[in-house]
């Protein structure tokens, strides 16, 4: 399977992200590259519009996407929202672990893992999201440090809930900075991580890895052709929908031409 994911992070207005997703959704039946079933595509606007923009979406292929979610079903945890309340609107996929809340949110692997458990437990597919510092590239730990993120997401895991994950690779240098990791950077990580999920189970070995940082219609073809690269979760180019559906024309076209490594 390939995916392509548009995160919105906190950006917009409701009338914003309703006309971003009708406008995502149009602009992909005007691709004729595009096989729904081949490249799945997603898109993860803020908490308070996932119901206006599921509704824009009804009827399209285009999937529903949350951006994070708190690791308890319910309780006394103001300001947060749980997994099965984002199943109760419909969302398909829950982001786990993005470097800006491992960042910002303090947001430890522990706390991932948990993350991800409830969002399996929501009935939910879980996108968890890895990926080195800059430094720890220079200092070349980068995929001792990717190696630890995974494990310590998947490790234990009924192995029936491998065929419900998605792993993202995003270095943070990469994020937002508009300097994309090389095919061959990208490559080579994949490759690591590949090496890390079928040492975690057999089962794990098919698990999507997407690439995610700095993605736009220029570079996304290229990337999606690096073997390994399932994918991509975009962010920036997300939020016009003319990038982001360049974006997955170019994805679908990788996929049409190397149909075996999806
Ligand atoms: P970017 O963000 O495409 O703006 O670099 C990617 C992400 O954070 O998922």
């Given at each position: 399977?390939r995916l392509v994911i548009g995160?919105?992070?906190?950006?917009?207005?409701?009338?914003?992200a309703v006309a971003l997703a009708a406008q995502v959704a149009a602009g992909l039946e005007a691709v004729p590259a595009w096989d729904p079933d081949e490249v799945r595509v997603g898109v993860?606007p803020?908490?308070?519009?996932?119901?206006?923009v599921g509704a824009a979406l009804a009827g399209t292929r285009v999937e529903l996407v949350?951006?994070?979610?708190?690791?308890?079903?319910?309780?006394?945890?103001?300001?947060?929202?749980?997994?099965?309340?984002?199943?109760?609107?419909?969302?398909r996929?829950?982001?786990?672990?993005?470097?800006?809340?491992?960042?910002?949110?303090?947001?430890?692997?522990?706390?991932?893992?948990?993350?991800?458990?409830?969002?399996?437990?929501?009935?939910?597919?879980?996108?968890?999201?890895?990926?080195?510092?800059?430094?720890?590239?220079?200092?070349?730990?980068?995929?001792?440090?990717?190696?630890?993120?995974?494990?310590?997401?998947?490790?234990?895991?009924?192995?029936?809930?491998?065929?419900?994950?998605?792993?993202?690779?995003?270095?943070?240098?990469?994020?937002?900075?508009?300097?994309?990791?090389?095919?061959?950077?990208?490559?080579?990580?994949?490759?690591?991580?590949?090496?890390?999920?079928?040492?975690?189970?057999?089962?794990?070995?098919?698990?999507?890895?997407?690439?995610?940082?700095?993605?736009?219609p220029?570079?996304a073809?290229?990337?999606?052709?690096?073997?390994?690269?399932?994918g991509a979760?975009v962010?920036?180019a997300s939020l016009e929908a003319a990038s982001f559906v360049e974006i997955v024309r170019g994805v679908a076209e990788a996929s049409a031409?190397?149909?075996?490594?999806?």
């Amino acid at each position: 399977m390939r995916l392509v994911i548009g995160n919105w992070k906190m950006h917009g207005t409701r009338a914003d992200a309703v006309a971003l997703a009708a406008q995502v959704a149009a602009g992909l039946e005007a691709v004729p590259a595009w096989d729904p079933d081949e490249v799945r595509v997603g898109v993860a606007p803020p908490f308070p519009f996932l119901e206006a923009v599921g509704a824009a979406l009804a009827g399209t292929r285009v999937e529903l996407v949350a951006q994070d979610c708190h690791q308890e079903p319910q309780g006394a945890f103001t300001g947060w929202v749980s997994a099965p309340m984002l199943a109760s609107v419909h969302v398909r996929r829950v982001l786990v672990g993005h470097s800006e809340r491992r960042q910002h949110a303090r947001e430890d692997d522990a706390l991932v893992r948990a993350k991800l458990e409830a969002v399996l437990e929501a009935g939910l597919d879980p996108v968890v999201c890895v990926g080195e510092l800059l430094a720890e590239r220079d200092a070349g730990r980068h995929e001792a440090v990717v190696e630890r993120q995974v494990r310590a997401a998947l490790e234990g895991l009924d192995p029936a809930a491998f065929a419900r994950v998605v792993v993202a690779y995003e270095p943070v240098w990469a994020i937002g900075t508009g300097r994309t990791a090389t095919p061959e950077q990208a490559g080579a990580m994949h490759r690591s991580i590949e090496a890390v999920l079928a040492a975690i189970a057999p089962e794990a070995a098919r698990i999507p890895v997407l690439y995610g940082g700095s993605v736009k219609p220029s570079n996304a073809a290229e990337l999606a052709r690096t073997p390994g690269v399932a994918g991509a979760l975009v962010g920036g180019a997300s939020l016009e929908a003319a990038s982001f559906v360049e974006i997955v024309r170019g994805v679908a076209e990788a996929s049409a031409a190397d149909p075996r490594s999806a």
